[in-house]
Each structure stands twice: as structure tokens, then as C-alpha cells.
């Protein structure tokens, strides 16, 4: 949905509407935690290793 927003900022550009979205963004999509973004790493790098395991990429 926040892409949805972007999108729409981008296509037509409203200064109030950028102002009142800049300031709700943050809301519906936090930055993460340095924790937080290395347990997606990780959480990343084991399911596309898992993926590649499946189709028989990894040697």
C-alpha cells in the first residue's frame, strides 16, 4: 500500500498530499532495527539458498 502512495505522489505531485504522506510513511513502514535488518539477511540469504538447493543450482 505505501508503494501504492509513492507511485501516485510520483505521477502526480501534490504538495499537500507529499507533506501529509512524508509525515504518515514512517508509520506504515519502519525502518528496521540494525537487529531487525540483519534477521532478514539472514532470513534472505538461507531461504534463497534453501531455493537454489531445491532446483539443484548449488553444487
Given at each position: 500500500?505505501?508503494?501504492?502512495?509513492?507511485?501516485?505522489?510520483?505521477?502526480?505531485?501534490?504538495?499537500?498530499?507529499?507533506?501529509?504522506?512524508?509525515?504518515?510513511?514512517?508509520?506504515?513502514v519502519p525502518d528496521p532495527?540494525?537487529?531487525?535488518?540483519?534477521?532478514?539477511?539472514?532470513?534472505?540469504?538461507?531461504?534463497?539458498?534453501?531455493?537454489?538447493?531445491?532446483?539443484?543450482?548449488?553444487?
Amino acid at each position: 500500500m505505501a508503494n501504492m502512495f509513492d507511485l501516485m505522489l510520483e505521477t502526480n505531485p501534490n504538495p499537500t498530499l507529499a507533506s501529509t504522506w512524508q509525515a504518515l510513511r514512517p508509520t506504515f513502514v519502519p525502518d528496521p532495527t540494525p537487529e531487525e535488518q540483519a534477521d532478514l539477511e539472514r532470513w534472505a540469504d538461507q531461504h534463497s539458498f534453501d531455493f537454489f538447493d531445491d532446483i539443484n543450482l548449488n553444487v
